[in-house]
């Protein structure tokens, strides 16, 4: 179906580690986005790529789309406390509908806890 | 954030019965959109708005259907609860259809817990 896998489900990491989150398709991927949500809040867009191996970084958070634009990686160096909250990558796919407008599907999210 | 407001913000209620949760925007977005999120399925598309009495269906529709008479209002209907319809429901909104392009940025709502006994 249209999806997109994400992995790990949950990471632990001590505070000042590196962490890194991956989003697989099956099918090749017209574009990417990265959300983020705090424990109890609501999802907040990060960034868009669409570019074959495009890279983008907003200051500790390094954002990667795959050669083959199958996969997407999130990768936040030096974690601290206000980096906790599970992060969801999403891409747009045809609706289920059949309609033929498209729809933003996310993946499952992995959920980040940092020990202080 | 984006002006967008939900209500209730929690609700419990019982099966059987129908619930109607509110989303309202003051950002004048064209596109509108219902989600649920639940633990280990992230956020799945229930239905969605193109404009003013222009909805479809996302992948989780049966058991739902919504109204947009307005730009600024998405209400989604539970029109006889169940229990396997407890979730957190988020909407969203954007200025720009998804799109074999991308979708430009989601705007989400605080969201509405519901608890159907």
């Known amino acids: 179906g249209q999806q997109v896998m994400q992995i790990p489900q949950y990471q632990h990491v001590q505070e000042g580690e590196d962490f890194t989150t991956y989003c697989n398709s099956s099918?090749?991927?017209?574009?990417i986005q990265w959300y983020k949500q705090r424990p109890g809040g609501h999802p907040v867009f990060l960034i868009q790529?669409?570019?074959?191996?495009e890279v983008k970084k907003q200051k500790r958070l390094t954002f990667q789309f795959g050669e083959a634009k199958k996969n997407s990686s999130l990768h936040i160096t030096a974690t601290q406390t206000t980096d906790v909250g599970t992060y969801f990558c999403?891409?747009?796919?045809?609706?289920?509908?059949?309609?033929?407008?498209?729809?933003?599907?996310f993946g499952k999210g992995t959920k980040l806890s940092v020990i202080p | 954030d984006a002006g967008i407001t939900q209500s209730p913000r929690h609700k419990v209620t019982e099966t059987g019965t129908p619930v109607t949760l509110r989303c309202h925007q003051t950002?004048?977005?064209?596109?509108m959109y219902w989600y649920r999120q639940d633990p280990g399925h992230g956020l799945r598309l229930i239905h969605y708005?193109?404009?003013?009495?222009?909805?479809d269906k996302g992948e989780v529709s049966d058991g739902y259907s919504v109204s947009r008479s307005k730009t600024e209002d998405f209400l989604l209907t539970l029109e006889s609860a169940t229990s396997s319809q407890t979730s957190v429901y988020f909407c969203?909104?954007?200025?720009?259809?998804?799109?074999?392009?991308?979708?430009?940025?989601?705007?989400f709502g605080p969201g509405t817990r519901l608890l159907v006994l």
């Open positions: 999403a891409s747009t796919f045809l609706s289920y509908s059949g309609a033929g407008s498209y729809q933003l599907t």
């Open positions: 950002e004048n977005h064209r596109y």
């Open positions: 708005s193109y404009g003013v009495k222009d909805t």
């Open positions: 099918t090749t991927l017209s574009n």
């Open positions: 969203a909104i954007s200025e720009a259809r998804p799109s074999s392009l991308g979708q430009e940025t989601q705007y």
């Open positions: 790529l669409v570019k074959s191996g």
